[in-house]
């Protein structure tokens, strides 16, 4: 194999998560799936938490990339649309970034960009770094549920989802049951983009047309 670095260690582990998940990742089976000594991998990750942390800065490159001349509410809209995309373009995106306190570049864009958008929104400092991270858990919360319902049906479980109203009393909870029918018949990208925005408009930001941060 061609001589080993950074990149090769990251873009092997992403093989390997993708073959058998991030629960199955340790240091000696990457290893052994790369075909080098248990120890070469310390020379380019100290340990497993500094490989994940690798992954999930991997994984927000270019994420932050959303014009700056847009209005702040739609940069944020927009920002959150980028990370759940890029979540999921890996097996267990979601649960690679959600724990971690990455404080790389890609990372630091991304925060940069959020907060620069609440803030281009009209909020201030406080209100503005709430704003951020709120719009980061409902995405992360949104795409780990998203993830795992996925990889339920992949392997021909029977997954506990908006679909499935036969495992309770329907009778007893109507409401629930309804609430159930109507989600099955709504896509994931719609149901995303209705929390999002939901999230954002709640935030009662006024815009500041034409006013740079």
């Known amino acids: 194999m061609a001589r080993l670095d950074r990149a090769a260690v990251i873009a092997g582990a992403w093989d390997f998560v993708e073959a058998h998940g991030l629960d199955a990742l340790t240091m000696r089976k990457l290893a052994s ?9 310390y020379w380019h990750v100290e ?29 944020l809209i927009a920002l959150a649309g980028r990370l759940r995309s890029a979540l999921l373009s890996h ?9 971690t306190f990455v404080r790389q570049p ?40 998203e993830q795992a319902h996925q990889q339920l049906t992949a392997a021909d479980a029977q997954p506990t ?22 989600m099955r018949e709504i896509p994931r990208d719609a149901q995303f983009d209705y929390g999002v ?15 740079s941060d």
């Open 33 to 41: 799936s790369l075909g080098v000594n248990h120890g070469t991998l």
């Open 47 to 75: 340990n497993k938490r500094a490989l994940v942390d690798a992954l999930a800065e991997d994984l927000l490159a270019g994420v932050a990339d959303v014009d700056p001349a847009h209005q702040g509410a739609d940069r």
């Open 91 to 99: 097996r267990d995106g979601a649960r690679v970034m959600a724990g």
């Open 106 to 145: 890609n990372t630091l864009a991304f925060g940069e960009a959020a907060i620069a958008a609440a803030r281009a929104a009209g909020a201030q400092s406080a209100d503005a770094a709430l704003a951020a991270f709120s719009v980061q858990y409902f995405v992360l919360g949104f795409t780990i549920e």
């Open 161 to 182: 989802d908006t679909a499935d109203t036969t495992d309770f009393d329907a009778d007893r909870f109507p409401l629930v049951a309804s609430a159930l029918d109507t």
């Open 197 to 211: 925005r939901q999230l954002v408009r709640s935030l009662r930001f006024t815009e500041r047309r034409g006013r």
